[in-house]
């Protein structure tokens, strides 16, 4: 599955995150590219939580990088910081590995808690896009529309617009589907390519 960037590109949002909103939005998004950037950013600069939730977090994050078993990390932090950015941070790994294999069930699961503990929060909007991208890999297309509705952030509304064409493409409703990628060619930000939205343009046949 695909987030849309390709991690070069979403590594020069991360610098740009980095500057504007600190370790909470980078955290997150490092966890899609992989595990020594987010570690090596986490080690950086550390914010809004206590010291202890810090700390489990980071020696959760050591567990997973040596391969050791990770959950007594992960009930604890449920258990003690279940209503952390840190406890977010956990289970959209989670969900990343649950991705990898294939198990989008239990990556729908994981991306539901996060959501339930990060609404309304900087990195809502990033794992609400996950949720919907995992929905669509469900074929579940009436829950992803339902999940890209709360999606507010500007530099996320296009991926979302995205999805939502490509819904709209699935269930054979060409004309929303042109609309949507359009709203997310007009939207892409700055220094983003239009050639993926271009693509799906191209594809959705002209109205007769």
Known sequence: MSDYLSDEEQVD???????????????????????TVAWDYFKAYQVGQSQSASNLYASYLEAVALGEPTESFVDELESDYGNSTYFA??????????VDAANFEAAHES???ALDVAIGSPIGDLIA??????????????AVLTTLQEIETSGYRWQALMLKGDV????????????AYQSAKDQLPAGVESDIVDMRLASVPPSP
């Open 129 to 142: 896009l996950r949720k919907a991208i995992v929905e669509f890999e469900l074929e579940n297309y009436e």
């Open 168 to 179: 709209h493409f699935q269930n054979n409703d060409l004309d929303a589907a042109r609309d």
């Open 13 to 35: 949002r991360i610098k740009k995150l980095w500057k504007d909103y600190g370790i909470t939005v980078v955290v997150a998004l490092t966890i899609g590219i992989g595990g």
């Open 111 to 113: 991306l539901s808690k």
């Open 89 to 98: 941070f956990t289970l959209l790994r989670q969900a990343k590995a649950e």
